[in-house]
């Protein structure tokens, strides 16, 4: 396995207490394979991805072992993990295109990070040049400040700074959400590329559009509330979800040619719940239409079919 992932959680402090935003996550993501994150806004995806490589104040490691190409890596400490950052792995940041020094060009700039982690900027250049023309930059822009660049060629760009080492795991964090429709296509479509490659070996996509991820994604993992819900094949996701939240979210996305009088989308009652205090048991409980009592204990993420795991007591 590439990366694997055992009871990580990871607490935000604040004056009320600690909110429970990454609670014991458990899972695995294999050599080569494109993993998408998905679910609803402050169900903790961005905190995962964060905490598998800079965990900064108020977020706060509490237990959890992470593993990434056998071995162990130091999540908990800052310093420890500036070995691996970059050149094990790496991060495209959410608002990749804010990433970039705006005082300084992009090859200057270029060079100051390869410098950063004691890599020989000049020896790297004709692989960055590669690069470039991989995701269809002319090499002019190294000559060129971030702000004369568009939003796509800045996401373009960023693609390319956070690969250049060659990371085994990169965490792409929500790289679409700022760009038009034929923007999006041509980043997400780079970012196989990059894996086909072996510019990285394997990524997590998170995103909130699970239309992106179905178009790339060799998996999908759904969570909710600061928990995993459910991964397995992008395939058995779209069209045979198990978990109640997932068969919800996926019946609310709208489908091509379908008329809004044939067939009138529905979304999920309620809200989720606090993570400050949440409740006992399954966390999709007050929400979900097949609740029943073994729901006051929290279910287990058990595989109940080949690479096809699920938290829910229905399942079990």
Known sequence: MSLQVENLKVYYQTLGGDVKALDGATFSVADGEIMGLAGESGCGKTTLGHSLIRLTPPMRFIEGRVTLDGKELPVWDMEE?????????????????????????????????LESRRVNAQATWPELKRRLDL???????????????SGGMKQRMVMVLSTLLDPSLLIADEITSALD????????????EFRNQRCCNS????????????????????????????????????????HPYTQLLISSLPEIGVKH????????????????????????????????????????????ASDHFVACWKEA
């Not at 995701?135 to 004369?148: K, Q, T």
């Not at 429709?181 to 196989?192: D, F, G, R, T, W």
């Not at 989720?272 to 966390?283: E, I, K, M, N, T």
């Open 81 to 113: 993990m500036n070995v691996f950052r970059f050149k094990k792995i790496s991060i495209i940041p959410q608002y990749a295109m804010n990433a970039m020094n705006p005082t300084r060009k992009i090859g200057k700039m270029t060079a100051e990070l």
């Open 135 to 149: 995701v269809e930059l002319s090499h002019d822009v190294l000559n060129m400040y971030p702000i004369e660049l």
């Open 181 to 192: 429709v034929s923007s999006q296509k041509a980043v997400v479509e780079m970012l196989v």
């Open 203 to 242: 990524v997590i996509v998170i995103t909130h559009d699970i239309s992106i991820l179905y178009q790339i994604a060799d998996s999908i993992m759904i969570m909710y509330a600061g928990q995993l819900a459910e991964k397995a094949p992008t395939e058995t996701i779209i069209h045979a979800p198990r």
């Open 261 to 304: 009088d044939e067939k009138r989308l529905s979304g999920i009652p309620g809200r989720p719940p606090l993570l400050l205090d949440p409740p006992a048991g399954c966390r999709f409980r007050e929400r979900c239409p097949v609740a029943f009592d073994a729901c006051l204990e929290p279910p287990p993420f058990t595989e109940v």
